[in-house]
């Protein structure tokens, strides 16, 4: 099976930075897209920022030029540094591994439990 653990949330002033990590682990073959999702309350979980293993990175219009997402393929790790925090991205952090188990199969989602991030005013 495989793990995905987040850990680097926190509550932070707004304008502040904070730094999240992920780290899959157990039956990995390989690691195809890695990102991180957020959920605020009493809204839909979206998507905050996205890395392919060749390197190609996608942002929410929202993150681009404060978060910065980067990835260690060989240790199955993404990080996401997020720098002039606002209220409004306060949420549940949760980070996402599409993984390939063995090399005839498909790759799977997997999600983390999910870390909160906290951005007072």
């Known amino acids: 099976q495989v793990q995905v653990l987040e850990s680097g949330g926190g509550l932070v002033q707004a304008g502040g930075s904070l730094r999240l990590s992920c780290a899959a682990s157990g039956r990995i073959f390989n690691i195809r897209d890695m990102g991180w999702h957020r959920q605020a309350p009493g809204k839909q979980r979206e998507l905050v920022a996205r890395?392919?293993?060749?390197?190609?990175?996608k942002y929410a219009d929202s993150v681009k030029g404060r978060f910065n997402i980067s990835r260690h393929n060989a240790e199955n790790t993404v990080s996401l540094e997020m720098k002039s925090l606002k209220s409004e991205d306060t949420g549940v952090y949760y980070c996402n591994a599409q993984v390939v188990e063995d090399f005839w199969d498909t790759a799977r989602d997997y999600w983390g439990q999910g870390t909160q991030v906290t951005v007072s005013s």
């Open positions: 890395i392919t293993a060749g390197g190609d990175i």
